[in-house]
Structure formats: C-alpha cells, structure tokens
Nanobody, 125 residues
Framework: QVQLVESGGGLVQAGGSLRLSCAASVRTFRIYDMGWFRQFPGKEREFVAAIQWTGVGTSYSDSVKGRFTISRDNAKNTVYLQMNSLKPEDTAVYYC??????????????????WGQGTQVTVSS
C-alpha cells in the first residue's frame, strides 16, 4: 500500500514563496517517477512538474517554468516543489503523484498510480 502525504501549503502574498513536500510511505518511492499537479475549482487537474526516478530528468508546465523547482530526496522518501514568485493564478489544490512506470517523466495525470490528498495553496494579490 502506497500513501503520499503533501504538506507545506498555505496563504502567501503575490511574489512570495512556498515549499511543498510530499512524503511517501514505501521504500519503492525511490524507483517511481514523481509529479506535482494542481486543480482549480471546477476545472480538470493539470500538470505542474515531474521528476524522473533518478532525480536527473525533470519537466515543467510553461506556466511555472522558471518559478517552480521540483526535487527529490530518495533517502527521505520525499519530493519537494519549491514555488517562487507566486502569482494569484497559482492558487489551487496541489497534489503529488507517483508513477510506477518510471523513466518517462510523464505530464499526463492518468499515467500516475498513486495520489496524495492535496494541499491548498492560496496566493493573494
């Protein structure tokens, strides 16, 4: 059984920063690709960032590229999303996800197998 738990969300003013964390319950985390997605009210979940199981390959949506950084610490079974220069349009529930089919750094939510409960990020103008 795989459990992912996000933390680090909150309220921040535009231009500020937050660091999200996602802790995995199993050792096999280290061989999963990991991703961050976000969901706006009434809209589909959308891709934010992903990181290959080795931590080398990464992918970002155009909307966050240059502002957000995904990283992982396999020794701690944890994935991070550092969010800088936050904008009000970044306000959403952020989810981490694990993909057992490692190596692809997929941008598609349907390819991820395990999901966290989400953490709210609110950016005020």
């Amino acid at each position: 059984q795989v459990q992912l738990v996000e933390s680090g969300g909150g309220l921040v003013q535009a231009g500020g920063s937050l660091r999200l964390s996602c802790a995995a319950s199993v050792r096999t985390f280290r061989i999963y690709d990991m991703g961050w997605f976000r969901q706006f009210p009434g809209k589909e979940r959308e891709f934010v960032a992903a990181i290959q199981w080795t931590g080398v390959g990464t992918s970002y949506s155009d909307s966050v590229k240059g502002r957000f950084t995904i990283s992982r610490d396999n020794a701690k079974n944890t994935v991070y999303l550092q969010m800088n220069s936050l904008k009000p349009e970044d306000t959403a529930v952020y989810y981490c996800a694990a993909n057992r089919d490692r190596g692809t750094v997929s941008r598609a939510a349907v390819e991820y197998d395990y999901w966290g409960q989400g953490t709210q990020v609110t950016v005020s103008s």
